[in-house]
């Protein structure tokens, strides 16, 4: 027996590592794209202006040591080793971070949380024992609300410069790459060819963005693979045959010597040399795409050995080289033999870097959308099989333009490289300032072990970002401009939208209004299943009873639809739809609360409107079964309100199917998790699980039922009756037709606001509502069953 479970252990450690190594292999063309094309311009770009390559090679060495160094701190032990462990659920990122953080101290800003939320699997928080000390940093954020924008401000710049470095990569990489030209032709020919073809490749690049990265995706580990390879063999075969000791530069002495010499130009010129980590942050926005060993093994033995030789190489043959003919570039270390084949590598190497950037870009666009921190806009969704591939057209055809624009209006990788570098160390500052909230909140760590992760990490990039902010008149402007107008967007449309939300709440009607309403009132009930759209988990939005008020009638059934993000990055099925009734079962009112996380795909309105309806049939089950096997006594232990309306308001079930695998016995599970209750039906092929958030905290119990065949003599026939009756009457509103009531909404900023309000709001969000996709776009509603209602906010 003990030798079979030696075997079996060893079967399943081989197929695990089988798994990661071919994880590891296929990160290559997805996250490593652009870090793995960087030799093409660092030196270019560190030689550019501020310092000159001598006979004495102390400028080249000194690089050479900067740059090892940095690749060595910077992408392998920070990230490699430490922020890729801070993950969310597999998830990376810069709102990963933010959703840990939120997760475990109340800083979130969004709207609509509920102590429900917390039940998700996917919601789960770290279990150390919480120290005084972080419990103390934790107290002091969620104290001051001003940290909490001020953390939101961080997370957006971040999510900016990532946007910047979408519009600057495929520039830098494919004009770099293309610009290896000027050795095989005359000079004349050469300013005239490198632009066109530069920009060719990339209308192209993002002309056949819409067919989405599967289609091709199977070739970009391949060529990135080869041009590591490519990159590694010319590195090692210059290190033999023109300098073997070049190793010696690694010596962090050569550093010291280097900035001794060159002083303010050396430092200036580490804007170039931080251009040799651009395309780390990758390695943790794509976790969730691999695995933390797939990045760590492909980093650790592939990519990393081939960069370090590859600037070895071009140091060792620039070192014997010091008059060339040409600027100092990647392709002047590559032998004359071999400079065709290594060019077209290239190209199609920045190619893949490029993709893998945009499609980043669509990425965190989507997820801002979805935490009310960017205006709507259409994304499609490239692949059904693989998640998280979606293209944004209006993004891409801006970022096209955008890329086009800064390739001819810099023309040389000097003024790219400045402002690449600029938006990439940005971004790396806002990922070491997270990380270390997340050392303290998530991971329980003694503040001083978070505060030396700052300063060690922190200090580094602020060295560099310092150099990079000298060349602000030499391009580092641009991706400041961006930032600035890309966060000014996202902010107002963020403020809005709560400021939106708060107006909803306040202006909420109850529920005896709504139950109400009826013959003696002029009010008609119509055919068919009427969808009311709001942002509110609770109430009724103003904006039904304006629309009843101006139009006296509404739906048989009426579903009152929230859809809602979750700081998580993925909502299971089962645990998406939260429903309950709004008033009595007779009044057929019901509220649906749908959610998502911020890496979810939203579905579309037929699949939407069918599974909802699907949701309720099976809550109409639950519920009735529920009254009949609860006792009456428990009810009232349930209910803490003084109406049974408001009960029946607030108490909400999660309905999710799982598969039937038999009838469980009757049991009850006292513990401190949400109550849960599992139903298992002789009608239906499945059992539905079904969690209550009462409106209170109370007593929470798990209960699971079973009705079997001996049960079913027992039950009722009125409620029976009853029960088939509510079904009949839902199935015959799906036949009847479905209404989307949706709020068109006009914000205005009230009187005696501040001038910068007047202007974010009136001026500012309403530009921006009436020229982005609207709700009823987003959510894909067909014209012909829409119904908006006019509404002024005034906020």
């Keep these: 027996m003990d030798l079979e479970l030696g075997k079996s252990l060893d079967t399943s450690k081989r197929d695990s590592w089988k798994t990661a190594l071919l994880l590891a292999y296929q990160s290559l063309g997805v996250v490593y794209g652009d870090l793995s094309t960087s030799p093409l311009y660092v030196y270019k770009s560190t030689f550019a202006e501020d310092i000159q390559h001598s006979e004495t090679n102390e400028e080249i060495y000194g690089v050479l040591s900067f740059v090892f160094w940095t690749l060595t701190l910077v992408p392998l032990f920070k990230y490699v080793f430490v922020v890729l ?37 996917t919601y789960k928080l770290e279990h150390h024992p919480e120290k005084k000390s972080s419990s103390g ?104 045959h023109w300098n073997p000791h070049v190793y010696q530069a690694l010596s962090p002495y050569y550093m010291f010597k280097f900035l001794k010499k060159t002083r303010k130009g050396g430092w200036m010129s580490l804007g170039g040399i931080l251009l040799c980590i651009t395309g780390s942050e990758a390695m943790f926005a794509d976790l969730g795409h691999f695995s933390y060993s797939a990045i760590q093994t492909a980093f650790t033995f592939m990519v990393y050995p081939a960069l370090i030789l590859a600037y070895m190489g071009q140091a060792a043959y620039l070192s014997q080289h010091h008059q060339t003919s040409y600027q100092i570039s990647f392709y002047v270390s590559v032998p004359e033999s071999v400079r065709w084949p290594v060019l077209i590598i290239a190209i199609l190497a920045s190619v893949v870097g490029s993709q893998a950037i945009i499609s980043g870009t669509f990425s965190i666009i989507n997820q801002s959308q979805s935490l009310s921190c960017f205006p709507r806009v259409k994304v499609i969704h490239t692949s059904d099989k693989i998640h998280g591939q979606i293209y944004i057209p209006e993004i891409n055809w801006v970022l096209m333009i955008l890329c086009i624009a800064v390739t001819i209006g810099f023309r040389d990788t000097k003024h790219m490289g400045n402002a690449s570098g600029l938006a990439v160390m940005t971004v790396m500052l806002v990922t070491t ?51 600035l107008f890309l966060m000014t967007i996202m902010f107002v449309w963020h403020y809005a939208t709560i400021k939106k939300y708060e107006f909803d709440l306040h202006n909420k009607v109850s529920l005896e209004w709504l139950l109400a309403l009826g013959p003696s009132l002029g009010i008609a009930r119509v055919p068919g299943i009427g969808l009311v759209f709001t942002d509110l988990t609770s109430g009724i939005p103003a904006n039904f009873s304006r629309f009843v008020t101006n139009l006296p009638a509404f739906h048989r059934v009426l579903v009152f639809v929230c859809v809602k993000s979750v700081p998580v990055p993925f909502v299971p099925p089962a645990e998406r739809y939260l429903v309950g009734r709004v008033g009595p079962a007779a009044h057929r009112s019901y509220r649906c609360i749908v959610r998502y996380g911020y890496r979810d795909v939203h579905q579309d309105v037929d699949s939407f409107e069918s599974e909802l309806v699907s949701k309720l049939a099976d809550f109409i089950h639950y519920d009735w079964y529920r009254s009949q096997n609860r006792p009456h006594a428990e009810d009232d232990v349930v209910s803490h309100s003084n109406s049974n309306e408001s009960t029946s308001e607030c108490r909400l079930a999660v309905i999710g199917m799982v598969a039937f695998s038999g009838i469980p016995a ?73 209404a989307f009531i949706l709020g068109h909404s006009h914000v205005r900023a009230k009187q005696g606001s501040s001038i910068l309000k007047r202007l974010a709001i009136n001026f500012g969000y309403n530009f921006l509502r009436r020229n982005c996709r609207g ?21």
């Design 85 to 121: 462990r801070a993950d969310d659920n597999g998830e990376g990122g810069t709102f990963a971070l933010y959703s840990l953080i939120c997760r475990h101290a109340k800083v979130s800003v969004l709207p609509n949380r509920q102590v429900a939320d917390e039940a998700l699997s």
């Design 137 to 240: 940093v934790k107290q002091y954020l969620e104290k001051h609300k001003v940290l909490h924008t001020a953390l939101l401000i961080l997370v957006l710049l971040g999510t900016c410069m990532v946007i910047g470095d979408g519009v600057l990569t495929p520039a830098i990489s494919v004009f770099s790459a293309v610009s290896g030209l000027e050795l095989s032709m005359s000079k004349e020919h050469h300013q005239y060819a490198v632009m066109p073809i530069t920009c060719f490749i990339l209308v192209c690049l993002f002309a056949l963005q819409h067919y989405g990265t599967h289609r091709v995706g199977f070739f970009f580990a391949p060529i990135v693979l080869t041009w590591l390879l490519c990159i590694s063999t010319l590195g090692l075969y210059n290190i033999i």
């Design 433 to 483: 300032c997270l990380t270390s909230l997340v050392i303290i909140l998530c991971w329980h760590k003694p503040p001083i072990v978070a505060l030396l992760f700052l300063l060690f990490f922190g200090s580094i990039e602020l060295l560099y970002f310092s150099a990079s902010l000298t060349k602000f008149t030499e391009g580092a402007w641009l991706p400041i401009l961006l930032a």
């Design 666 to 738: 009757y049991e009850i599970d006292e513990s401190m998790q949400p109550a849960s209750v599992s139903v298992g039906f002789s009608t239906v092929e499945s059992v539905t699980d079904v969690i209550e958030m009462e409106p209170v905290r109370a007593v929470e119990r798990r209960v699971r039922f079973a009705i079997d065949d001996d049960s079913e003599s027992d039950v009722r026939s009125d409620m029976e009756l009853q029960l088939r009756n509510e079904l009949q009457d839902l199935l015959a509103a799906q036949e009847a037709g479905t």
């Design 775 to 795: 709700p009823d776009v987003a959510l894909k509603v067909p014209p012909v069953s829409l119904l908006e209602v006019g509404m002024v906010y005034v906020v």
